[in-house]
């Protein structure tokens, strides 16, 4: 019978290696034997200690991340994109697998079976010499070298060894060079046109000779020591540092240390005498080796590609995790993680500009909303953006708004791939709802406003709570002073928020117990979320409203605004915005825990202190409630 | 019960179909996890049920979240009715080299596929229709077969504040984009098929994240 599907399935393989060294016939026998698999976001395959399958896999779609574990120490070690081929530890052997693989984001994976796969490989050596490779560099750490190096012994050419034991430098390739005639101040504007701090001094036949770096500038030019039409040779360092293509992190560390520079020019053989190939910085191996939020954020701001800035949110979280076992102030860390968000979003929307076919027409802003506006957005979470762009006229209205769109789409397309969910109420920049003029934006607002319903308080917990991350100030100021003003002419839209804010009652019940979801699956969980993190966020917000407070978003930090405004409650603010920052490490813990947003809580795997600490929280939560209600009359409105 | 209620009508109906019938006698609902589906497309001359004619079914089964590509049914069927107007969208053209059965010996290897699997399709009344057009021609009864409408289904999934921007109407390619399920092999009936079981997978994902899902609920219209 015809197999159109394995057809298809054949077709896609034989794009990648090493299907593409299987004859069509062959490959078609191991297509009509794959499983086809659906995975969600933090599904796993394998894990770290299973007994091998009996399947080896292929990405089809999606993205399957390969973490090592061992004590604690969590390791991303690679993330495998469409077309490639893991989890090879059953072609080699029965021993179980050393690495977990997970999929980063909806995927969806081909099983292949191992027998029908090692039939139709097995003499082929091209084939075997590939899939050594790919297995060496995905266990690529110290502790695989002594398992890869038993393995392979036989296989690998001798300084491969190097590769298996550290992994290969990732250096820049084509890096920034000028002629050795060129002058300081042209090499200068070069420099800070890529914003980087070293160039490269070539050769006719583009050999390093020589290097001129920031400090060059600063002592030998910015001093008056030389005029800034100098040629370059006269004040670059000279011979440079080189090494080889191919070298390692340890190898690049090793011979900047000895040298002393910061700066290693990688050449076709290592010498000065071959064409430049690359230059690998000290960052490049601080990026490789260490994890601190100047050398992310650094990072992120020179990345070319969304893949960059996937692997920077993912150090991101390592860090994290560090901070909370640490027990750094949750704030700081709330501060460092909100910077390193916005920084991603910034970096996104940058790489998105460059895409369009055009800058853009005219200013705008992008607006992050809900958690991430309010920078408590801790952990991956949905993304909730929006764009505001300037006023323009009639005829120019649709063009423009499909720049913004399409700018919006773009955007939010690359935040997902980082990790940032898609909003499930699709609130996000690239929905026409959602990308708007100012003076849209503000007859939006305003509607919200004055003629507040069920909806427009469902997303006022969103739109309200919104942060400028990219584009010009001044739109955001327009819309906000109109808030403010319509504010002031009613009092309804406050009634409707107070109501909202205090609809979750204390999560404590009559038997001082927990209120528990009762609901199917999670009826031994706690949501955290909306039972004590979100009556905190509306009662903040709402207090903050009414007060005329702006800038202020995030919820801690209102609170403690209020405690300022208003003495006689001091206390009690006081202690929502200690209650909010607990509740969030919390939720924090619980998600690096449990590889989600962290907004179910397992009551059994609390001890006895942690669940007195959160209940300590409640009770501000209580009483604020009760402020509320008071002031905003609410008795006879609920 | 079943034979019984067979005997009062005293109608002898061949094995393939008792077989089929029996598949259904002690049906449990299993867990969804547990449960087999079949999503399946049809290609076909036309939209009428009464005088349009089926020229091909796709199939794939799946338990869980795996798709095994050695059990998947592709089946072409040999046809005298013939309507020049759809030929373009599904080329399966009368008479060329494809290997093809007859409507009969469709329906048997099509009901020993499927037995009493949930199934799956997009637009599931008009498949449904068509299939039991044929099987009515040969005699037999309608399917048994509880049937999920993918966009039915996707619908549900869709945030509350969306409520009112629902479409009673989502093409196979709307949800392929909405859910972000690559296109190939668009129109043929193994393909659709294909398709289909994805739209259905990562539909069922989204509404798992919110809920403990029932079958009720998954399929309720």
Redesign the interface.
């Known amino acids: 019978m015809k197999n159109s599907i394995a057809e298809r399935v054949g077709d896609f393989l034989k794009r990648y290696p090493p299907f593409n060294l299987i004859k069509p016939t062959l490959l078609f026998d191991i297509a009509s034997q794959v499983t086809i698999t659906y995975l969600e976001k933090g599904n796993t395959i394998f894990q770290k200690g299973d007994t091998s399958h009996e399947f080896i896999y292929v990405v089809r779609d999606g993205g399957i991340g390969i973490h090592y574990d061992n004590g604690g120490i969590h390791d991303i070690l690679n993330i495998h994109d469409k077309g490639d081929i893991f989890g090879l530890q059953p072609l080699i052997s029965k021993d179980p697998y050393q690495v977990t693989a997970t999929a980063n984001e909806e995927s969806i994976v081909y099983s292949i079976p191992v027998d029908i796969f090692q039939r139709v490989t097995d003499n082929n050596a091209k084939i075997q010499k590939y899939l050594i490779t790919v297995f060496a560099s995905n266990i690529d750490a110290p502790y695989s070298a002594e398992i890869a190096g038993k393995i392979f012994v036989d296989y690998l050419p001798n300084q491969a060894q190097d590769l298996v034991n550290f992994q290969t430098a990732n250096y820049t390739k084509n890096p920034i060079t000028c002629d050795e005639d060129s002058t300081v101040q042209r090499a200068a504007i070069k420099m800070s046109l890529h914003k980087i701090g070293c160039i490269i001094v070539v050769d006719k036949s583009k050999n390093p000779v020589g290097i001129i770096t920031n400090s060059d500038i600063k002592n030998k030019i910015a001093t008056g020591l030389f005029p800034i039409n100098t040629a370059v040779n006269k004040i670059m360092s000279s011979p440079v540092i080189t090494g080889k293509k191919g070298l390692t992190v340890a190898e690049g560390q090793l011979l900047m240390i000895k040298n002393t520079i910061g700066h290693l020019c990688i050449t076709k053989d290592g010498t000065v005498n071959t064409k430049l190939v690359g230059v690998l910085t000290h960052h490049d191996v601080l990026t490789s080796l260490g994890n601190s939020p100047t050398v992310i954020l650094k990072e992120i701001k020179r990345a070319k590609r969304t893949r960059r800035l996937r692997s920077a949110r993912l150090k991101a979280n390592v860090l994290l995790k560090r901070y909370l076992e640490q027990n750094i102030p949750i704030s700081h860390s709330i501060k460092i993680i909100s910077q390193v968000n916005d920084a991603i979003t910034t970096r996104a929307i940058e790489l998105a500009i460059k895409k369009m076919d055009a800058p853009p027409p005219v200013l705008f802003s992008w607006l992050s909303l809900g958690s991430q506006g309010r920078h408590e957005q801790l952990l991956f979470t949905d993304q909730d953006n929006a764009i505001v762009f300037e006023n323009v006229n009639e005829s120019t209205y649709q063009d423009t708004k499909s720049y913004f769109l399409k700018l919006g789409q773009l955007v939010t397309s690359a935040l997902n791939k980082v990790g940032f969910e898609y909003c499930e109420a699709d609130m996000m920049a690239s929905n026409p709802a959602w990308c708007k003029s100012l003076s849209e934006w503000q007859t939006q607002f305003k509607h919200w406003i004055l003629k507040p319903d069920e909806k427009a308080i469902l997303l006022s917990s969103i739109f309200f709570d919104y942060n400028c991350v990219y584009g010009d100030k001044m739109l955001i100021s327009s819309l906000t002073n109109t808030i403010y003003d319509t504010l002031a002419e009613t009092s309804l839209f406050f009634k409707f928020l107070g109501r909202d804010a205090v609809k979750s009652p204390s999560p404590l019940g009559f038997f001082r117990q927990f209120l528990i979801e009762k609901t199917g699956e999670q009826k031994e969980l706690f949501n955290i979320k909306s039972r004590a993190v979100m009556p905190l966020v509306d009662a903040g917000r709402l207090l903050v409203l009414s007060k005329q407070v702006r800038d202020v978003n995030n919820t801690a930090e209102r609170f403690e605004k209020l405690a300022e405004l208003e003495p006689e409650n001091k206390e009690l603010y006081n202690s929502c915005s200690y209650a909010f920052k607990a509740l969030l490490k919390f939720k924090t813990k619980q998600g690096l825990q449990n590889g989600d947003s962290g907004k179910l809580i397992d009551l059994e795997t609390l001890n006895k202190e942690e669940k007195l600490k959160l209940r300590r929280c409640f009770k501000p939560i209580q009483e604020v409630q009760e402020v509320l209600k008071i002031r905003f009359d609410l008795k006879n409105f609920i | 019960m079943v034979f019984n209620w067979f005997q009062k009508k005293k109608k002898s109906y061949p094995d393939f179909w008792e077989t089929y019938l029996s598949s259904f006698k002690d049906h449990e609902k299993q867990a969804i996890p547990e449960t087999r589906f079949v999503a399946f497309d049809t290609e076909t001359t036309g939209f009428d049920s009464k005088k349009d004619r089926i020229l091909s079914i796709?199939a794939?089964a799946f338990k869980g979240?795996?798709?095994?590509?050695?059990n998947?049914l592709?089946?072409?069927l040999k046809q005298d009715v013939f309507n020049p107007k759809t030929v373009e969208i599904h080329e399966i053209i009368k008479n060329n080299k494809?290997?093809k059965v007859t409507e009969l010996e469709a329906i048997k290897i099509f009901l020993d596929y499927i037995k009493d699997a949930v199934l799956i399709a997009h637009h599931a009344k008009f498949d449904q229709r068509m299939m039991n057009a044929m099987l009515a021609r040969h005699g037999l009864g309608e399917l048994k077969n509880e049937c999920i409408d993918t966009g039915t289904l996707f619908n549900k999934s869709k945030?509350?504040?969306?409520k009112e921007n629902l479409k009673d109407h989502y093409s196979l390619d709307d949800l392929c984009t909405e859910l972000?399920v690559?296109v190939?092999?668009r129109h043929?009936a193994?393909?659709d098929a294909?398709i289909t079981a994805?739209v259905f997978?990562?539909t069922l994902?989204?509404l798992d994240?919110r809920?403990?899902l029932?079958w009720e609920y998954l399929l309720s219209r």
């Open positions: 796709g794939v979240k795996s798709i095994p590509v050695n998947t592709e089946l072409y494809l290997e945030h509350i504040i969306y972000n690559a190939t092999d043929t193994s393909g294909l994805f997978l990562k994902a989204r994240k809920k403990h029932q």
